[in-house]
């Protein structure tokens, strides 16, 4: 099943009056700042939005935006693919005003033409529900890491000195 990928730029009027339910991917590369954390720029960002009207005609912005990322283990610094979800729920604001009287739990858009970008509006909440130390699973790194102790540190601190002085003893 191929999957459409989004315009960039879409009239979330237009949509919302048709309570359109847009699905598709937009290319992974698109998402600069994203992109920036990952090792590897190929993939595409699964997004399905719902746009709808909401009480007193506000316009409203529902989905989930979803892909596997490949970030560098933060233990063996080696790439891990990282699965990543973000919840979107955004309310379209046309001025500043109208943002000031939005409820604390909901995230505003402020409108700035007729189109709004969907990059944009999916980055932030993608970048901020990557993890805080990407890893690969619980043990995968330790076979990897391989520490060797060398004899001098296993013997203590201060056993280089006590040998340095024998020598300056027996000297």
């Known amino acids: 099943m191929l999957t459409p990928t989004l315009p960039e730029c879409v009239n979330p009027h237009l949509l919302a009056e048709e309570n359109v339910v847009l699905e598709g991917d937009i290319p992974l590369p698109r998402f600069t700042r994203l992109t920036d954390y990952l090792c590897e720029r190929c993939g595409a960002v699964r997004i399905t939005l719902q746009f709808h009207k909401g009480k007193h005609r506000t316009l409203l ?30 309310v379209y604001v046309e001025r500043d005003e109208s943002s000031a009287s939005l409820d604390e739990s909901a995230d505003g858009i402020l409108a700035e033409g007729d189109s709004i970008d969907l ?12 993890p805080m130390v990407a890893r690969h699973g619980s043990g995968d790194c330790i076979g990897k890491l391989e520490y060797h102790q060398d004899e001098a540190a296993s013997e203590g601190p201060f056993a280089e000195l006590e040998r340095l002085k024998k020598r300056l003893r027996d000297a």
């Open 61 to 90: 912005i529902i989905g989930k935006a979803r892909t596997t990322l490949t970030m560098q283990c933060q233990y063996c610094l080696d790439p891990v693919e990282v699965a990543v979800e973000a919840d979107l729920d955004l």
């Open 119 to 130: 990059v944009a509006i999916v980055e932030d909440d993608l970048i901020l529900s990557l």
